[in-house]
């Protein structure tokens, strides 16, 4: 089948980008756009939950999925910091859940858009584009023409080009437009998102979580760390101080109808030291709070050591993990922290993650090191062979008491099974 295929504009938006290819083949709605890239692709016997809409945009687009999705998506600064699986290139092969549910999923309620910036498109490349710094969270003004942003509501709003939906926008609040223009902590912020948003790989949590911690401490600011009784000064309180309360709650909703010396996970999580899995949003508030240059803070998440070792399985490069281990430690791993959890319904790649993981002190190479040991390949391969019959589980293991119980019937019963 004949296909038009515009070319992807400069830092254009992927759903941006899906709209314009439907508006050049005269198609419907996303749903039967997506569906003709997957006839035109050739994906035989594949259908739309087999590939990700931002794989098949990739493959119009001519591009490679790592450099499209690095491009032309927000995932890189969704996914900027990040635990699990950091250092791996975005559009990674084990990134499938990522790309599925996050490469194309906003970042913000509305989409915004420039006046100035679609006047300009239009004269340059005959029509205009979604453009990803507008869709920022907390950006209010256009950096080239220093000027307001005005936003459209979602979710139809990028199936058509920006020039279409000048009719029907909606101007932001005049004091949050204000504050983001003279406020010197929003615009470190907004500039260390720009720069996380052309990082191609994701930096480890707990590695950005000890530089925040390392900070902190340099700066003599002793804030409370922990969730007991609060006895110093909170992050989330000086987030407050620092920024304008309407533009922070468009940021990070809820923070300002926390009482003030109240612990808040989603910032004060910050410095545990750990993968919490917190926003990246959260980080890049805390970062410009903790520096007074963006440069600064931006190069002190990027030089954040990758992959850092600390609180990984300690396992020796001769001994591998009996099939009964692996998958009785993750069964507990899970149920400890979705409790109630069914097996049946968990992710198959979310095993994988583990698995990998465990796997990653083995062989990097994927050469038997000694006689007689198992490759990294072959580890690998032999592990993820075993994953589907977790998805068949019995409903019943969702009990925490048998579950915390290996002898239990049902987990004797789940992990029989070994590797030869």
């Given at each position: 089948m004949s296909l038009i295929r515009p070319e992807p504009l400069?830092?254009?938006?992927?759903?941006?980008?899906?709209?314009?290819?439907?508006?050049?083949?005269?198609?419907?709605?996303?749903?039967?756009t997506m569906r003709e890239l997957l006839r035109w692709s050739g994906r035989h016997g594949q259908t739309l939950r087999d590939v990700p809409p931002v794989e098949l945009l990739a493959k119009a687009a001519g591009m490679n999925l790592h450099s499209f999705v690095h491009e032309h998506?927000?995932?890189?600064?969704?996914?900027?910091?990040?635990?699990?699986?950091?250092?791996?290139?975005?559009?990674?092969?084990?990134?499938?859940?990522?790309?599925?549910?996050?490469?194309?999923?906003?970042m913000r309620p509305h989409a915004y858009l420039c006046p100035r910036c679609i006047a300009e498109d239009v004269g340059f490349h005959g029509e205009s584009y979604w453009r990803r710094e507008h869709q920022i969270p907390g950006r209010y003004r256009c950096v080239r023409h220093e000027c307001a942003l005005s936003y459209v509501s979602l979710p139809k709003a990028y199936l058509a080009g920006p020039a279409a939906c000048l009719g029907a926008v909606h101007q932001a609040p005049q004091g949050v437009h204000e504050q983001s223009?003279?406020?010197?902590?929003?615009?470190?912020?907004?500039?260390?998102?720009?720069?996380?948003?052309?990082?191609?790989?994701?930096r480890d949590e707990l590695a950005v979580s000890r530089v925040a911690k390392a900070r902190v401490k340099a700066l003599n600011l002793g804030f409370h760390v922990g969730k007991g009784a609060v006895t110093k000064a909170l992050l989330s309180d000086r987030l407050r101080l620092n920024f304008d309360g309407a533009w922070l709650e468009s940021v990070i909703p809820g923070l300002m109808n926390v009482?003030?010396?109240?612990?808040?996970?989603?910032v004060d999580r910050v410095l545990l030291n750990n993968r919490s899995g917190m926003s990246v949003i959260a980080y890049a508030l805390v970062f410009a709070v903790l520096y007074d240059c963006a440069d600064d803070a931006a190069n002190a998440i990027i030089s954040a050591e990758l992959l850092s070792t600390k609180g990984r399985p300690n396992l020796k490069?001769?001994?591998?993990?009996?099939?009964?281990?692996?998958?009785?430690?993750?069964i507990l791993a899970q149920?400890?922290?979705?409790?109630?959890?069914?097996?049946?319904?968990?992710?198959?790649?979310?095993?994988e993650r583990v698995v990998q993981t465990l796997l990653l002190d083995y062989n990097p190479l994927g050469e038997a090191s000694r006689k007689n040991k198992m490759s990294y390949a072959e580890v690998r391969g032999a592990l993820l062979a075993a994953i589907n019959p977790i998805r068949n589980a019995p409903t019943e293991i969702n009990s925490i008491r048998a579950v915390r119980n290996p002898g239990h019937p049902l987990v004797k019963d789940l992990v029989r099974e070994r590797l030869d």
């Open positions: 400069p830092d254009e938006l992927a759903n941006g980008y899906a709209g314009r290819i439907r508006q050049h083949n005269g198609w419907i709605d996303e749903k039967c998506s927000m995932l890189p600064l969704r996914r900027a910091i990040t635990s699990n699986s950091p250092g791996e290139l975005l559009g990674g092969a084990r990134q499938t859940t990522a790309l599925w549910s996050l490469a194309m999923r906003p223009q003279s406020s010197n902590a929003i615009e470190r912020y907004l500039d260390i998102c720009s720069c996380l948003l052309h990082v191609d790989t994701p009482p003030r010396g109240k612990f808040w996970s989603p490069m001769g001994r591998l993990p009996s099939y009964e281990q692996l998958r009785v430690g993750y149920i400890n922290r979705n409790r109630w959890r069914k097996l049946d319904r968990m992710e198959t790649d979310r095993l």
